[in-house]
């Protein structure tokens, strides 16, 4: 089979696409046939080295941990019938998903429904799980006033329909044109560009006299802090990431004064009740994830720089 292996840590070009040989399954393990691998900003962090949510894998390695695709082959313990089966799975910090075929355990699988493709059912299977167990963190109503940073991105689309779904009001904030536009296609009632200096003004201004009720947060940095601001008295604060690199500065004596109550995410002891609840949001129409970027398999490096350069939208997906 061919796949994408690398043999040192550091930049994109040392994501390297190889024929290697094919993997068999072992127990209580099947083989998917992949149809869409997913590719995450956390893809890009282990590539390089850096410290994260998964130890440091050992080189060299087959990057990826989200397939979709087709059973066809099983190991021992688990039934042959599972063969032809559409499943997506989660591999955890196994990786190997950046290939043709990869190895999941049995135990990680979740169908994929009639109807919904291999790219969305991996949009759902990691981004969206995360997005649910986010959303237990401070459900939506149609009374709250919501601002969702980074609102173009796999985690944001999700979250702006969500609250469009709840009936509340959904401020988004994206950089550039492209991604305002597409968070106003997806339910934002009003979208600003970070990349403008007076965004959060035309956030205010667009808002009158509501106030921010709950920020969704997973960007940091100045652009968290501003959001921050805009938070009314005794709102929320969901804290879910920092793609800037640096968490949103959070003074403790002016959160007391202004009553804001500040949740952050945790990785849940139990995913798969929200990887099933991610494709099931999916399959019936109510959240559309956004796959924004398809690359070859063996263009895994461009996906990486893409995602780099903060040129991607929605989930990014490879194409064995």
Known sequence: ???IRQ???????ELRYE???DPTPGDGQVRIRVES?????????IRRGEPGPFPPPDLPMTPGREVAGVIDAVGLGVDSARQGQR???????????YAELAIAAVTSLQPVADGLDADAAVAMIGTGRTTMAILDLAPPSDRDVMLV????GGIGTLLVQAGRNAGAT?????????KVALARELGASIAADYERHDWAGRVRSALGERRVTTVFDGVGGAIGHTALGLLGHGGRFVLYGWSTGTPTDLNETELDHRAVTVVRLERPADLRPLETRALAAAASGRIVPVVGQRFALRDAADAHRAIETRGTVGKTVLRP
């Open 1 to 3: 089979m061919w796949a």
């Open 7 to 13: 043999h040192r840590f550091g930049a994109a070009e």
């Open 19 to 21: 024929e290697v040989p």
């Open 37 to 45: 691998a997913g590719v995450h900003v956390v893809d890009t962090a």
């Open 87 to 97: 499943v997506v799975a989660h591999l955890g910090a196994a990786s190997g998903g």
């Open 149 to 152: 940073t980074a609102a173009a």
């Open 170 to 178: 959904v401020a988004a904030v994206a950089g550039g044109d492209r």
